[in-house]
């Protein structure tokens, strides 16, 4: 059975970086589409990255654009996400996910993924 572990979430100071890891144990790793979410308290989840199975393929939403960087490494079943710059309004709890379908649909809404990992938690301070 596939699972997604993220690491790499803590509490920063406006202007510091983190970065976080999701790891995908079981499955064809490289097969699959991937992406991170991020929830605030009180909002829907929210789509921030995505990177397509062959990595030629990348979005991200707009508020995030040359602060993050998501990144993949087949080798090591990893997928990450590199964040500069934070900010307060990035405070949220982060989720990678995984979309193991075959076909190229969108990859930035929640519903084209069919796994999901716990989440880990990022504060930014003021």
């Known amino acids: 059975q596939v699972q997604l572990v993220e690491s790499g979430g803590g509490l920063v100071q406006a202007g510091g970086s983190l970065r976080l890891s999701c790891v995908a144990s079981g499955g064809t790793f490289s097969r699959y589409n991937m992406g991170w979410f991020r929830q605030a308290p009180g909002k829907e989840r929210e789509f921030v990255a995505a990177i397509r199975r062959s990595a030629g393929w990348i979005y991200y939403t707009d508020s995030v654009k040359g602060r993050f960087t998501i990144s993949r490494d087949n080798a090591k079943n990893t997928v990450y996400l590199q964040m500069n710059s934070l900010k307060p309004e990035d405070t949220a709890v982060y989720y990678c996910?995984?979309?193991?379908?075959?076909?190229?649909?969108?990859?930035?809404?929640?519903?084209?993924?069919?796994?999901w990992g716990q989440g880990t938690q990022v504060t930014v301070s003021s």
């Open positions: 996910a995984a979309d193991r379908s075959i076909g190229g649909g969108t990859v930035v809404v929640p519903h084209a993924y069919d796994l």
